[in-house]
């Protein structure tokens, strides 16, 4: 089963049309792949989408370019897709046509105009991220080669959009830029070119406030229930107690009433006792009555 994270790429992946988007998009994924060097370059995939998108990304920007590709079937986990470009003349036309710096890939991020930021953002998660299934939490992140890129990409990021503060921590030798709040993530998906899987963040969001809020309410009913039936109890035993010493038909009339409506249905609550009464009481009038009983009872205890 393809997982939310997966899914989220390939949207991505779909969305990505335009010409100098589709540049953009090749960028950021050079820029965000952990295997980077002068001798060479090598991209990692479980998004089927991206390895299908690839190559025609490649002959766009580079159409003399050359590069192994192979495929790793792995028992019970998703399929790997895995691009080599070798030597240092095809590192270099590679990264000339994209005009990244092969010595420091920090250096590209502000070179980007902003029109397709977005894009080469979108790149750099496909490739170095991934994204919380909204059912089990909410967790966007970015895996990073080095600190400098990291920090270029989410300094670049905070003055595009400050509405999406990525935060940054160290990682497995790399440096991790994430999210952890849903408004944020969901912020980020749509700028990224996600706006399906912003959608069921929120829906998923709303859900869970929605089961909480019953949850609550259930929870508070349950606990009326047992405040009702413990109180309920008591007042019976009350009652019983008056029955058992002097009799009932000591109390004044009003008394009895409310007494018989209590033996008759120990569990009811008191609005529904007070229905019983006629004239009807109010649920106030059912507790004084009550309260008054349970003082007789008191006193015969003494």
Known sequence: M??????TKQEICGGIRRTAERRAFLTGILLGTRRFSAEEIVLQTECEALAGLFPQLIREAAPKLKYDTEFRGRSGKQPVWCFTVS??????ALCRALGISQTARS???SALPVKIFAAALAGCFVISGSITDPERGYHLEMLLPDAALAEALRERLAEIQPMIPLKATVRKGGTLLYLKQNEQICDALTYIGAPNASMALVEQQIYRSFRSQTNRRM???L???DKTITAGTQQVQDIERIRDTIGLEQLPENLQEIAAARLRDPEASLSDLGAQCSPPLSRSGVHHRMQRISE???KLNT
């Open 2 to 7: 393809t997982s939310f994270s997966n899914q």
């Open 87 to 92: 030597g240092t003349a095809e590192t270099a």
């Open 107 to 109: 250096e590209s991020v």
């Open 219 to 221: 929870n508070c009913d």
């Open 223 to 225: 606990a009326n229930i």
């Open 296 to 298: 007789i009872a008191k």
